[in-house]
């Protein structure tokens, strides 16, 4: 981090100055009252016959030095203990708003003699270090979501380009058709995606919480993708109850069970299997998915939930990393938890619990 360095000229806006000056004279005729009061006092007790002038104005003098070193002390302590630290806080605070995340302010005494300024100081610099990090994540956000975009979109237009040439051959044509369709819905499911998540993360979510025969509504997400299991011959056991009721959204649990089945169908090779249980007691229901597919690393178990991560890069062109980081973001809104076991090249065990209400 950058510490911030002192700029000593005045900012331009600070118009209003305790003036030294304007100071002084408040303080001196308070004194002088003050000194007066004391001389009534004294006269109706004691008695003063005379007064001199040299004797009055000798006061006078001694009390213009006392407001002196007043004034000074406290614009002293005005210049190094507020001033100071509120010119570099602001001066500060300007540099973030630029757009610069690595300005430090330095606190000006050592922790164990720390006053609120200090404290304000560190709690500052770590509110910036937080923006900081947050400021990051957003630019790296931008910038995978644009390049995720880029792939299908340049498909897209060199095969359009290449459909309108005028003596190209049906059957290219078709399969020219075909990969621009496959491409649009790339596009299609990343943005979905990513307008889901930013939903997700920034708003506050009221959903509308129906109650649902979730047996029957995980039956048929699965069905949903009895297409692509056949296409790939996967063995498909299923195991649910029945009749089995829960308070939840529909939509939202559509997201969890259609991200986890894709996953379960994409990794794992023909003639693999896909295990589907579904339990429930008084409180909760458990749903397991597991496969027979290529499993995940520890490391890919540890980032599984991170935006944009893949574990597999010759796969990254069928998904967009985007899935388990909704599912587990669906999940927590849902009030349940999702585990998940994996064992590179055997299969990977996913387990969801939802409260029934
Ligand atoms: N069932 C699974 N078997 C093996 N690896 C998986 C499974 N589910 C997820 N993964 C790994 O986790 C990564 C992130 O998953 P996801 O967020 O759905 O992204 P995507 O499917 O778009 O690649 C995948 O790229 C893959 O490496
Ligand atoms: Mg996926």
Not at 168 to 183: C, K
Not at 243 to 259: E, Q, T
């Amino acid at each position: 981090m950058r510490k911030q360095k002192e700029d000593s000229r005045i900012d331009p806006r600070v118009k209003r100055k305790l003036s030294y000056w304007y100071g002084f004279l408040i303080i001196f005729w308070v004194l002088m009252a003050l000194a007066v009061a004391q001389a009534f006092i004294y006269n109706s007790y004691v008695g003063i016959d005379h007064m001199p002038l040299f004797y009055v104005l000798s006061m006078v003098g001694f009390w213009a030095i006392v407001t002196l070193v007043i004034i000074s002390i406290i614009f002293y302590q005005k210049k190094y203990y507020f001033d100071k630290p509120m010119k570099a806080m602001s001066q500060a605070a300007k540099t973030v708003a630029e757009g610069d995340f690595s300005v430090c302010i330095e606190p000006y005494h050592k922790p164990e003699k720390y006053d609120y300024i200090d404290v304000m100081f560190e709690d500052f610099n770590k509110m910036v270090e937080e923006l900081g990090s947050i400021q990051t994540l957003k630019n790296d956000i931008v910038g995978n979501v644009s390049h995720e975009m880029k792939t299908p979109l340049s498909v897209i237009q060199s095969y359009a380009t290449a459909l309108q040439k005028a003596d190209l051959s049906p059957v290219y044509a078709q399969d020219y058709i075909d990969t621009i369709v496959e491409a649009s819905k790339k596009l299609d499911s990343l943005i979905t995606n990513v307008l889901q998540l930013n939903k997700l993360e920034n708003q506050e979510i009221i959903l509308d919480i129906e109650k649902l025969d979730f047996s029957r509504q995980l039956a048929e997400a699965i069905l949903k993708h009895e297409l692509l299991i056949e296409e790939k011959n996967l063995k498909l056991d299923i195991d649910l109850e029945e009749n089995v009721f829960i308070a939840s959204n529909s939509g939202m649990l559509d997201i969890v069970w259609n991200n986890i089945l894709s996953n379960a169908i994409k990794f794992t090779d023909p003639n693999g299997k896909i295990t589907i249980t579904q339990t429930s007691d008084a409180k909760k229901v458990y749903v397991q998915i597991s496969d027979t597919g290529c499993g995940m690393s520890q490391r890919t178990l540890s980032n599984l939930f991170d935006k944009f991560y893949q574990g597999d890069p010759s796969r990254a062109s069928e998904g967009n990393g985007l899935g388990m980081a909704l599912v587990l973001r669906v999940v927590n809104l849902l009030k349940g938890s999702i585990t998940v076991e994996s064992t590179l090249g055997r299969g990977t065990k996913m387990k969801v619990e939802l409260p029934r209400g």
